[in-house]
């Protein structure tokens, strides 16, 4: 919601976005990623507290960039390879998805694209532009992971993409392999009737989807530079 408000509201609203880029997207992940460490939740801690941190960061740059007007803005090199580096972060992040679900991958694989046209948007404007647009998709993406997630964990409802998957062999690794799944209910399957198999705890990734930026808009925490040209 955060990345959402930055590229389509007026200026005037600026403000405001900051003030939740801040708290929201910012102070509100770090500490849900701090509780999903203490939980035991490696992969949605990290990925939490990794863009909790970054709106953080975002905020207070642009803040300082107001209050004491530097040359951040053009500074394209510099700009270039922060992209880059989130860029290959998230990567990392898309490589664990491929043993969680098509929500996930989805939202990291789109993120990793948006980070890597903004690094390229530093030099040519098309690019930006297609981030902005990418990064809109990744966050609607998010959006949709986190109602899902809870859609299943409070009412029951399996919708498209929470499913898990796995497309990293075992053999490819030495951990070990996932735990056994527990099949739903009857009437709970998508296609062919048979009942979808979900690890006991998916419902700890919604985390990671709602953040890599929603978690109110860290799923398309990268798509926020692109509105600085317009989509």
Known sequence: MVAYLRKWAEKGFLPTVFC????????????????????????????????????MGWFLLEYLTVTHPTAYHTAHTGKTLWCGLWAVLTFGFFIVTLRKNGCLMTIFSTLVITFA?????????????????????????AIYAA?????????????????PVNYIPASWSNAAPPPPAHPLPAGHGLGNGHPTRLHAHV?????????????????VA???HAGKRGA
């Not at 770090?30 to 909790?52: D, H, P, Q, R």
């Not at 046209?117 to 902005?132: I, P, S, V, Y």
């Not at 700890?204 to 890599?212: G, K, L, M, Q, S």
């Open 20 to 55: 939740y880029a801040l708290f929201y997207g910012g102070a509100g992940q770090f500490v849900a990623g701090v509780l999903e460490l203490i939980k035991g939740n490696t992969f949605g801690g990290t990925a939490f507290a990794s863009y909790g941190a970054f709106w």
């Open 117 to 141: 046209l903004l690094a390229g948007g530093m030099w040519d404007e098309r690019c930006e532009r297609a981030a902005g647009y990418l990064g809109f998709f990744c966050g609607s993406s």
């Open 147 to 163: 109602l899902a997630f809870l859609a299943h964990e409070e009412l029951g409802f399996v919708l498209p993409g929470v499913a």
């Open 203 to 219: 419902h700890r990734h919604t985390a990671a989807a709602a953040t890599a930026g929603g978690s109110g808009g860290g799923g």
């Open 222 to 224: 990268a798509a926020t």
